[in-house]
């Protein structure tokens, strides 16, 4: 397993402009440009797709995401992939792992305060 995690926190000073998401309008910033209350409910997905060791595949929690945070896609720009999203927020452990079998790795992620 390849640990992916950014090292410390991002802010949007050091994380390049493409990635930082963009909270909705008026709201307070919290990690990586996202509100409190966005930071919340990704956080919220991740521990509800999460197996009991805290880490759940990304591509799951890309798909819970999307349909609990009104805006989200638009809050990504469009040459920003999710895990790259996700990395920029600096609320999350990351994980690539490998399956075998010639299939292609997987990212797993969980909320730090799990590890």
């Known amino acids: 397993m390849e640990d992916l995690t950014p090292p410390g926190p991002h802010t949007p ?17 919290s ?5 409190i209350q966005q930071c919340l409910q990704l956080s ?3 521990q509800q797709a999460a197996g009991p060791d805290g880490w759940t595949n990304q591509a799951t929690v890309g798909h819970l ?5 009104p805006g ?3 809050m990504i720009p469009p040459q920003v992939k999710f895990g790259e999203f996700i990395a920029a927020t600096g609320l999350f452990d990351i994980q690539k792992r490998d399956p075998g079998n010639g299939k292609p790795p997987t990212i797993y992620i969980r909320n ?3 590890s």
């Open 44 to 46: 919220a997905a991740v």
């Open 13 to 29: 000073s050091d994380v390049h402009a493409a990635t930082k998401p963009k909270p909705a309008d008026g709201e307070p910033t």
């Open 65 to 69: 995401a999307s349909s609990r945070i």
């Open 72 to 74: 989200l896609r638009e």
């Open 31 to 35: 990690r990586g440009g996202l509100s």
């Open 112 to 114: 730090k305060s799990s």
